[in-house]
C-alpha cells in the first residue's frame, strides 16, 4: 500500500520560515496532483496548496505570497516553504496525492507546525 512520509515540521517564530517535505513511495503510481492541507484544533481541514504534475499551483488566500509549493516528478516528492509565518498557520499539515484514473487519495500521517515566540 501506497505511503506519504512527511516531513520538516516544527516551533518557529513568528516571521521565521519552515520548509515541510513529503516522498510519496514507490508503489503509488501516475501521481497527479500533490498537495498540502491543514487542520487547527477546533477547525476543519483546509486546501493550503496544490500543484499538478504539470506544475499549475492553487494557492489558499491566507498563504498566497508567504508560501510556495514546488515538486520534484522524478522523486515523487512536494515541497512547501513557507516563509512569514504567523500564529495562525499553527496547525498539523497533511500531505495529499492523488494517483491513477480514479484520483484515488492518499494521505500523510501529518506534521505539526507552531508558530509561537
Known amino acids: 500500500q501506497g505511503q506519504l512520509v512527511e516531513s520538516g515540521g516544527g516551533l518557529v517564530q513568528p516571521g521565521g520560515s519552515l520548509r515541510l517535505s513529503c516522498a510519496a513511495s514507490?508503489?503509488?503510481?501516475?501521481?497527479?496532483?500533490m498537495g498540502w492541507y491543514r487542520q487547527a484544533p477546533g477547525k476543519r481541514r483546509e486546501l493550503v496548496a496544490t500543484i499538478t504534475s504539470g506544475g499549475r499551483t492553487i494557492y489558499a488566500d491566507s498563504v498566497k505570497g508567504r508560501f510556495t509549493i514546488s515538486r520534484d516528478n522524478a522523486k515523487n516528492t512536494v515541497y512547501l516553504q513557507m516563509n512569514s509565518l504567523k500564529p495562525e498557520d499553527t496547525a498539523v499539515y497533511y500531505c495529499?496525492?492523488?494517483?491513477?484514473?480514479?484520483?484515488?487519495?492518499?494521505w500523510g500521517q501529518g506534521t505539526q507546525v507552531t508558530v509561537s515566540s
Open positions: 514507490g508503489s503509488i503510481f501516475s501521481i497527479n496532483s
Open positions: 495529499n496525492a492523488l494517483a491513477g484514473v480514479r484520483g484515488t487519495a492518499y
